[in-house]
């Protein structure tokens, strides 16, 4: 395996006085990552969401059907 080398400074001289703050992201990177978080959290509501959605447009249907009907695989 190749190992990777690491370009970061070490020392006093990179901080200059602000511990915890992080390197700005720019604003592509920024719209990368929501745009990735936003893909995810749609996928689970769209895997838990369908049926629900097609029973309650199932019910609201003309003519009105029971549960039953609409959960009968006939």
């Known amino acids: 395996m190749a190992s990777r080398v690491s370009l970061k400074s070490k020392g006093k001289a990179s901080g200059k006085g602000s511990k915890g703050s992080q390197e700005e992201k720019s604003l592509s990177q920024s719209f ?4 990735t978080w936003t893909v ?5 509501i769209t895997h838990y969401g369908f049926i629900p959605l097609v029973i309650i447009i199932g019910m609201n249907s003309e003519p009105k059907p029971h ?8």
């Open 32 to 35: 990368k990552e929501w745009s």
């Open 40 to 44: 995810k959290k749609a996928k689970v």
């Open 67 to 74: 549960i039953s009907q609409l959960l009968s695989p006939v």
